[in-house]
């Protein structure tokens, strides 16, 4: 059992940044890897970062070079940097968790595969 808590969004203006936190309960950082997924009206949930167990981190596509993905394991956080927003990453942002089932380096970038997820927290970039 894990719950996580999205935090750190809000209204930017393009060009500009932001940083989401989410806290993890329990031993979340131990067990699990992390990942960012958002999802915009009317589009599906899209992939947006994850990090490993170990601390191997991975990006969709559309935030390659914009977005980097960090923890800190003593607060039992994971955060979002966003630089260079676009009106396009306009979204509801949240965080997931999965078991690492043991292997520290598992890397899952599908939503389907993971089980816990935070309530979101919401990102708007205006032009």
């Known amino acids: 059992q894990v719950q996580l808590v999205e935090s750190g969004g809000g209204l930017v203006q393009a060009g500009g940044s932001l940083r989401l936190s989410c806290a993890a309960s329990?031993?979340?950082?131990?067990?699990?890897?992390l990942g960012w997924f958002r999802q915009a009206p009317g589009r599906e949930r899209e992939f947006v970062a994850a990090?490993?167990?170990?601390?191997?981190?991975s990006y969709g596509d559309s935030v390659k070079g914009r977005f980097t993905i960090s923890k800190n394991s003593a607060k039992n956080t994971v955060y979002l940097q966003m630089n260079s927003l676009k009106p396009e990453d306009t979204a509801v942002y949240y965080c997931?968790?999965?078991?690492?089932?043991?292997?520290?380096?598992?890397?899952?970038?599908?939503?389907?595969?993971?089980?816990?997820w935070g309530q979101g927290t919401q990102v708007t970039v205006s032009s």
């Open positions: 990090v490993s167990v170990s601390g191997r981190s």
């Open positions: 329990g031993r979340t950082f131990r067990d699990y890897l």
């Open positions: 997931a968790a999965d078991s690492s089932h043991g292997d520290p380096w598992r890397i899952v970038t599908t939503v389907h595969e993971y089980d816990y």
